[in-house]
């Protein structure tokens, strides 16, 4: 054990005239080291936290307030209209003090609460302006004058160099729409997928709800909008993922897939160990707020909260309702090989260990034969099975001795590695190596990730690379910005030697990984058992397919003059008819992190237009420039459907919420109990890419990763994440069910080929001209009608 192998540094001998100790050089040397570094990362910490807590004004801001006060004592001017002769005749102990320094402390102190003043008057002035949200429904490439005013207002008021968490304070809340205008827009949401007589059924319980008990609800809303930083994120994490007792393996957790083309080494245990040491180097600059906070064109900036808890951070089941455990200053993480659980530490003499060295202790775990203790090998399967069992037997069997201990271990690590045993990877020469690769990531073997751990790093044989992680505490983007950091500082930071491994000299003295000691009896070893079959289940059942589309990509659609988003979700929406042959629900997650403490939002993509533009497609009647039409319109309406949401004036967190609050208050209803019950056969995420932009993939166009994925939100419809790369390729990540007759994950992916070359063949220049003559001609019946 570490602690074990520095305890030898310290030893004493009992004799009959005294103790003689024996103190080790080295390790009072390392302890030295230590205290030094926790205390300079302390300082620096404290640094930034003041920094960050006067942002946009600067400490050195103070001084100038104050030197300007001081001088107004010498010329006989004074700025404070009395006030600092106030603060001098009422200061405590001035009897005791000369006049000179009754004046001096009276301007400072005015000068302090001035300077405290402006800073509140800067935040609520960056504020204010970052409430408004008119720049984000102007036409692409077009800004009104009012829009470059607000721009540089907002670039004024930002201040310089913020740091990671700089703007929380000036972020604006998150508004609570009107009960009008949401069921306005749920009731024109759910228009082209009802007959006449559910649609009215569903407009009398609309309106039953908004003229009896949606002012009570509201009300409540708006006081919860006012005394909370954002009135959805708290309920939102916990009933939608906290309270739930089914699996998080493949129903919650998501995954992200490392490099398309490239494998920087095939050399598991170095691939690894560059990857481990530059997750650290973004964790110390997570943890000192030196990250640049994200900002939407370039500018407007984004809620930085969720990325607080992505290291030392477990989820920890309960019978209810689980609860999300995030530590501080953890300095080992848990590596998982073969059934055994090994702790390795990060640190040594007060740094990081060098990803020579890492490789050094992940080669011993990868050399080690000993064999799983009894219940060790498919223990995690505890995490990806049913929550009440899982929480019963943390209590019984893992609340004490050495099994608490090495419980402790694995929760309280920054994160936790597995080194796998088969490789994975994209392989152009396989059909299916993207699916295999998918379900490695999302689910595994049921055993061989803990699912409940913030994320899980997966290394394989082949030194390619994933992400699993837990969905509860962030949002894919989050982790998503964490990965592209690692993998850019790892191929082109880090690098490796010609013979594949990390570069650096190879220290031989660092203390052996140490296994985690287990003692599971006969009836823990049943209930783990019981999770891994219940697991495995839903295992067997994802139908996954991954697919590259390399025809064209965001850069001819822009060329289209269209959205890159919404030319893909008509293309769903035109794949989803010719699959089932009906429109059904559709989910696309929109963020909302232009607001404090913002998550997501969801975009109802199956629009009364988007309806008509599929039906235009699939009538042979129809004419090229007709269906051109009816898909521009169908795209500027998916835009602002997905502009409001980014804004805070989506539909269905607000239903959701005030859905929460009719169950505090025990008030039925059944308009909220309808639309929270009704599924979403097609769930679709957008995976964003470049958030950071480390890497140019114009000039290295083979570094680009490969997005993730999640499994199928519907028992019997499809969940399908894409990640639009670069100009030329779109990336389609597709689940579902094989226990459903009725989906096929690589069925609707040649649906999508399909829909996607098809609404390119729209857009020629013959039919570009051709719709707008069309549309002239409209205009011009149009106005003869009115005349």
């Not at 540094?9 to 103190?23: A, I, S």
């Not at 405590?92 to 009754?102: C, G, L």
């Not at 302090?112 to 003043?117: M, N, Q, R, S």
């Not at 950091?485 to 140490?514: I, M, Q, R, S, W």
Request: aromatic share 12%; charged share 20%; glycine share 6%.
């Amino acid at each position: 054990m570490a602690e074990a192998h520095q305890a030898v540094g310290f030893q004493f001998t009992v004799r009959p005239d005294g103790v003689d100790l024996k103190l080790s050089q080295e390790v009072i040397k390392n302890i030295y080291l230590s205290g030094v570094t926790a205390w300079k990362k302390k300082a620096i910490q404290f640094k930034n936290g003041v920094l960050a807590g006067v942002y946009p004004a600067s400490p050195s801001s103070w001084l100038i307030v104050v030197i300007a006060m001081m001088s107004s004592l010498y010329i006989r001017i004074d700025p404070s209209l009395g006030m600092i002769d106030a603060i001098k005749d009422n200061l405590p102990q001035r009897d005791y003090m000369s006049v000179q320094t009754r004046a001096v402390l009276s301007a400072i102190l005015f000068a302090t609460g001035l300077w405290l003043f402006l800073i509140y008057l800067l935040r609520y002035t960056l504020k204010a302006l970052l409430s408004y949200h008119g720049w984000i429904f102007e036409s692409h490439g077009k800004m009104s004058t009012s829009t470059k005013v607000w721009l540089s207002l907002v670039k004024m008021f930002s201040g310089r160099r913020p740091l990671l968490y700089s703007f929380q304070a000036s972020l604006p809340r998150l508004p609570v729409p009107s009960v009008d205008d949401t069921i306005h827009r749920y009731l024109e949401s759910v228009r082209p997928l009802l007959d006449g007589e559910q649609y009215n059924q569903m407009e009398i319980l609309a309106n039953d709800f908004k003229d009896s008990k949606a002012t009570q609800l509201q009300r409540y809303l708006i006081l919860k909008s006012w005394w909370a930083t954002n009135y959805v994120s708290d309920w939102w994490e916990e009933y939608i993922y906290l309270r739930g007792r089914s699996p998080i393996m493949v129903n919650s957790n998501f995954y992200i897939m490392d490099l398309l083309y490239m494998t920087p080494t095939h050399r598991q245990a170095a691939r690894a160990g560059n990857v481990v040491h530059a997750m650290l180097q973004y964790r110390r600059k997570l943890e000192r707020g030196e990250h640049a906070p994200l900002r939407a064109v370039g500018t407007v900036p984004m809620c930085s909260t969720q990325m607080e808890r992505m290291f030392n951070t477990t989820r920890i089941p309960g019978i209810e309702t689980d609860i999300v455990q995030h530590l501080t200053d953890r300095k080992h993480l848990i590596v998982y090989h073969k059934g055994r659980f090994f702790q390795v530490w990060l640190y040594t003499g007060g740094r990081h260990l060098l990803p020579s060295e890492l490789e050094t202790q992940f080669q011993k775990i990868l050399n080690d034969t000993s064999e799983p203790q009894p219940g060790e090998l498919k223990l995690a399967a505890l995490t990806a099975g049913n929550r009440v069992p899982w929480a019963r037997a943390r209590i019984k069997y893992f609340s004490l001795g050495v099994n608490k201990v090495s419980l402790d271990a694995i929760e309280s690590a920054a994160f936790v590695l597995t080194l796998d045993d088969e490789p994975q990877g994209y392989d152009s020469a396989k059909t299916n190596s993207l699916d295999s690769y998918a379900k490695s990531l999302l689910h595994g073997k049921c055993y061989d990730r803990w699912f409940d751990k913030s994320f899980t790093l997966i290394s394989y044989p082949n030194g390619k690379m994933g992400i699993n992680a837990e969905h509860s505490w962030a949002d894919a983007p989050v982790v998503g910005h964490m990965w592209e950091y690692v993998l850019a500082t790892d191929c082109f930071h880090l690098g490796y030697t010609e013979e594949g491994h990390c570069k650096g000299d190879v220290n031989k003295g660092l203390p052996h990984p140490t296994r985690l000691q287990w003692q599971i009896p006969k009836e823990c070893q049943e209930i783990i058992g019981t999770s891994y079959l219940s697991a495995k289940q839903i295992a067997d059942d994802v139908d996954f397919h991954g697919y590259l589309f390399s025809e064209f990509g965001k850069g001819l659609i822009k060329k289209c003059k269209t959205s890159p988003d919404a030319f893909i979700q008509l293309a769903l929406q035109l794949a989803q008819f010719r699959d089932q042959g009906v429109f059904c629900l559709t989910y696309e997650s929109s963020m909302t992190r232009m607001f404090r403490d913002g998550r997501t939002e969801t975009v109802r993509s199956c629009t009364s237009e988007a309806v008509a533009f599929v039906r235009a497609m699939e009538d042979a009647s129809g004419t090229n420039v007709q269906r051109l039409a009816l898909f521009r319109r169908a795209a500027d309406k998916h835009q602002n459907m997905y502009r409001l949401a980014m804004t805070g004036s989506g539909i269905d967190r607000h239903l959701f919420c005030l859905y929460i609050v009719s169950k505090y208050l025990g008030v039925d209803s059944p308009f909220l109990e309808k639309v929270l019950s009704e599924p979403w056969k097609l769930s679709t995420s957008q995976t964003p890419q470049q958030q950071l932009n480390l890497v140019d993939i114009n000039k290295f166009p083979k570094y680009v990763g490969a997005g993730g994925g999640f499994g199928p939100v519907a028992d019997d419809g499809y969940g399908v994440s894409y990640i639009i790369v670069g100009e030329n390729l779109i990336t389609f990540h597709i689940s579902s069910k094989f226990s459903s007759p009725d989906t096929d994950s690589c069925r609707f992916g040649q649906h999508i080929r399909k829909a996607m070359l098809d609404i390119q063949g729209l857009f020629k220049p013959e039919n570009d001209k051709k719709m707008v003559e069309h549309g002239k001609l409209v205009q011009l019946e149009n106005g003869k009608k009115h005349i």
